[in-house]
């Protein structure tokens, strides 16, 4: 277990020095107001059923079910479960290890999808937050255009025409 640990701890470090890493690259600061933009949109989407430019400016630059959120929570699912697994000693526990990827990866996306449910968002707090704290670093105010641009992608996904302005 004390392996499973260190290792994950490893990789929970690498993943944070990472973000924080780019968070220096200037040229990073731009994708991370579209990220932000992004959040903004699908926020007021989710809220009022609707995106426009104006109503986007209300809402937050995070999001709960931020894939930062869900890296983080992959690393903490997968330290868990690799504890369980014991230490990889043969080529067979390397391989159990390996197949238990795609479960790691299902239970963290239904844990994140878990923490927008009303009835256990309060129960999921202390599991989201973590991510929050770290979409700090890769979230950024968007402009106007960058706003403008979110809420586009949002209409094409949705299959909406997007009006010219």
Same mark, same amino acid.
């Given at each position: 277990?004390? /392996?499973?640990?260190?290792? *994950?701890?490893?990789?929970?470090?690498?993943?944070?020095? @990472?973000?924080?890493?780019?968070?220096? +690259?200037? %040229?990073?600061?731009?994708?991370? %107001? @579209?990220?932000?933009?992004?959040?903004?949109?699908?926020?007021? /989407? #989710?809220? #009022? *059923?609707?995106?426009? $430019? %104006?109503?986007?400016?209300? @809402?937050?630059?995070?999001?709960?079910?931020?894939?930062?959120? /869900?890296?983080?929570?992959?690393?903490?699912?997968?330290?868990?479960? /690799?504890?369980?697994?014991?230490? &990889?000693?043969?080529?067979?526990?390397?391989?159990?290890?390996?197949?238990?990827?795609?479960?790691?990866? *299902?239970?963290?996306?239904?844990?994140?999808?878990?923490?927008?449910?009303?009835?256990?968002?309060?129960?999921? !707090?202390?599991?989201? +937050? &973590?991510?929050?704290?770290?979409?700090?670093?890769?979230?950024?105010? $968007?402009?106007?255009?960058?706003?403008?641009?979110?809420?586009? !992608?949002?209409?094409?996904?949705? *299959?909406?025409?997007?009006?010219?302005?």
């Amino acid at each position: 277990m004390i /392996f499973n640990l260190i290792d *994950g701890v490893i990789r929970l470090v690498f993943l944070v020095l @990472y973000i924080v890493l780019i968070t220096r +690259w200037k %040229e990073m600061r731009r994708i991370f %107001e @579209y990220h932000g933009a992004e959040h903004m949109t699908i926020s007021a /989407f #989710e809220a #009022e *059923g609707r995106a426009t $430019p %104006e109503n986007v400016r209300a @809402y937050s630059t995070l999001h709960t079910r931020c894939s930062t959120s /869900f890296l983080l929570l992959v690393v903490v699912v997968s330290i868990l479960v /690799f504890m369980i697994l014991g230490r &990889p000693d043969s080529v067979g526990d390397k391989i159990v290890r390996f197949a238990f990827i795609p479960i790691i990866g *299902g239970v963290s996306y239904e844990l994140l999808k878990l923490s927008a449910n009303p009835v256990a968002r309060r129960y999921m !707090a202390p599991l989201v +937050w &973590p991510g929050l704290f770290l979409q700090r670093l890769t979230t950024k105010e $968007p402009s106007n255009d960058q706003i403008e641009v979110a809420i586009a !992608a949002l209409d094409a996904c949705l *299959g909406h025409k997007t009006v010219e302005s």
